[in-house]
T-cell receptor, first 109, second 116 residues
């Protein structure tokens, strides 16, 4: 089976930076996704990486290293509304999508 | 309405009941999915429908029965469930079920199911 690992919880202060790591072991690789899920709400798409490197989108950036089976989501200038669960998902060579258990980020004032 | 809508948002049922979860998407997508989300666990893919045909069934117990009458609607029929089936059931849709391109999933807010 596929193995997607990410930390369970992280806490940071408003205005700070938080980096959520995701490591994966899958049968091949065809893309990595990050989703954000606020409590009681639908997961929403944040980013997609298929090539190595950094993808920047406003305050959020996502990095991928395929050779290391590693990605991170970087949240800058944290705001209270960024408190949510962040899900890492990897698509394998059969185009099956596997999710990690999610990282709950709590932003404190 | 826009996006993916799920009803009911909350459901409590006994083990002998029969109920259904409904999902509707207004995005013109041609693939729809059911996922199970349990606390502290990864999302588990249950069923995939592409162009109204079931293309994936991930060894889900027969007490869960999906139905996709058209490309905009998806149902999950529930009967004789067990307490361990209590979870958040998420519906999603996408344009295409293959892995080409980003193929981003659009999720509904989920139906919180409690089995007593």
């Amino acid at each position: 089976g596929q193995n997607i690992d990410q930390p369970t919880e992280m806490t940071a202060t408003e205005g700070a930076i938080v980096q959520i790591n995701c490591t994966y072991q899958t049968s091949g690789f065809n893309g990595l996704f990050w989703y954000q899920q606020h409590a009681g709400e639908a997961p929403t798409f944040l980013s997609y990486n298929v090539l190595d490197g950094l993808e920047e989108k406003g305050r959020f950036s996502s990095f991928l290293s395929r050779s290391k089976g590693y990605s991170y989501l970087l949240l800058k200038e944290l705001q209270m509304k960024d408190s949510a669960s962040y899900l890492c998902a990897v698509r394998d060579s059969d185009y099956k999508l596997s999710f990690g258990a999610g990282t709950t980020v709590t932003v404190r004032a | 309405e826009t996006g993916v809508t799920q009803t009911p948002r909350h459901l409590v049922m006994g083990m002998t009941n029969k109920k259904s979860l409904k999902c509707e998407q207004h995005l013109g997508h041609n693939a729809m999915y059911w996922y199970k989300q349990s606390a502290k666990k990864p999302l588990e893919l249950m069923f995939v429908y592409s162009l109204e045909e079931r293309v994936e069934n991930n060894s889900v117990p027969s007490r869960f029965s999906p139905e996709c009458p058209n490309s905009s609607h998806l149902f999950l029929h529930l009967h004789t469930l067990q307490p361990e089936d209590s979870a958040l059931y998420l519906c999603a849709s996408s344009q295409g079920d293959s892995g080409t391109g980003a193929n981003v999933l659009t999720f509904g807010a989920g139906s919180r199911l409690t089995v007593l």
